[in-house]
């Protein structure tokens, strides 16, 4: 019984450990207006006018992230510590996201500033 107990806390754990590392978004390209969507930057897009997001990644302009931790801070609100590479340089980077509908969601920079991305289908 002792035994059943403890494997029981483990995988308990291990759930939450893995719950806490999945972002509540869908995997892949993200625009910030729809008219984006099947474009690059080639086309003279500004920069950051796609996220594509991966399985623990995050693909930004000229940088790719993986993702280090996620932490819900309300139910709409996540706090997501990245790991990031981009331009020869490594640096962490801390995203806080308010996701509004499963298609779309803001990255909050500031009091009252962000960028909202929709999900290009």
Same mark, same amino acid.
């Given at each position: 019984m002792r035994l059943a107990t403890t494997l029981a806390l483990v995988l308990f754990a291990g759930n939450a450990i893995a719950e806490e590392l999945r972002l509540p978004l869908f995997r892949g390209v993200w625009a910030t207006e729809l008219s984006h969507c099947g474009r690059d930057y080639a086309d003279g897009l500004?920069?950051?006018?796609?996220? &594509?997001?991966? /399985?623990? $990644?995050?693909?930004?302009?000229? #940088?790719?992230?993986?993702?280090?931790?996620? !932490?819900?801070? &309300?139910?709409? /609100?996540? $706090?997501?510590?990245?790991?990031? #590479?981009?331009?020869?340089?490594?640096?962490? !980077?801390?995203?806080?996201?308010?996701?509004?509908?499963?298609?779309?969601?803001?990255v909050i920079d500031g009091p009252g500033t962000g960028s909202t991305y929709r999900l290009c289908r």
């Amino acid at each position: 019984m002792r035994l059943a107990t403890t494997l029981a806390l483990v995988l308990f754990a291990g759930n939450a450990i893995a719950e806490e590392l999945r972002l509540p978004l869908f995997r892949g390209v993200w625009a910030t207006e729809l008219s984006h969507c099947g474009r690059d930057y080639a086309d003279g897009l500004p920069e950051g006018a796609f996220i &594509t997001i991966g /399985r623990g $990644r995050i693909e930004f302009y000229e #940088s790719s992230c993986d993702i280090a931790s996620v !932490r819900k801070v &309300t139910a709409r /609100r996540f $706090r997501a510590r990245l790991a990031c #590479s981009g331009e020869g340089e490594t640096f962490e !980077r801390i995203l806080l996201i308010e996701k509004h509908t499963p298609h779309r969601f803001t990255v909050i920079d500031g009091p009252g500033t962000g960028s909202t991305y929709r999900l290009c289908r």
